[in-house]
């Protein structure tokens, strides 16, 4: 059975940092892309970041030069640094898991097969 255990929410004032972290277990992730959206009360599920398996990364533009997405592959973990932390970032962030499909972006979220549960983030203004 897949697990996808996230870790690392909180409660952060404006300006700060947190690292979320997602490990996979229950099958072999060998080429699979790992990716990280969020969804706020009321909102839709959207992209935040995206690692291949070789290392290329993909950011939302709401993101991108303050969130930075890394993998281990060794211990099917992907992680999300969070810096510069605005209160439009306060949502449920998931982590997801896939192989990837051809002809669907890697921002889609048809592109992963397994979600964590979800961990918080709330931005202090």
């Known amino acids: 059975q897949v697990q996808l255990v996230e870790s690392g929410g909180g409660l952060v004032q404006a300006g700060g940092s947190l690292r979320l972290s997602c490990a996979a277990s229950?099958?072999?992730?060998?080429?699979?892309?790992m990716g990280w959206f969020r969804q706020a009360p009321g909102k839709e599920r959207e992209f935040v970041a995206a690692?291949?398996?070789?290392?290329?990364?993909n950011y939302a533009d709401s993101v991108r030069g303050r969130f930075t997405i890394s993998r281990d592959n060794a211990r099917n973990t992907v992680f999300l640094q969070m810096d510069s932390l605005k209160p439009e970032d306060t949502a449920d962030y998931y982590c997801?898991?896939?192989?990837?499909?051809?002809?669907?972006?890697?921002?889609?979220?048809?592109?992963?097969?397994?979600w964590g549960q979800g961990t918080q983030v709330t931005v202090s203004s």
């Open positions: 997801a898991v896939g192989p990837g499909r051809l002809g669907v972006a890697l921002s889609s979220t048809y592109t992963y097969d397994y």
């Open positions: 229950g099958r072999a992730f060998s080429g699979y892309n």
């Open positions: 690692i291949r398996w070789g290392g290329s990364t």
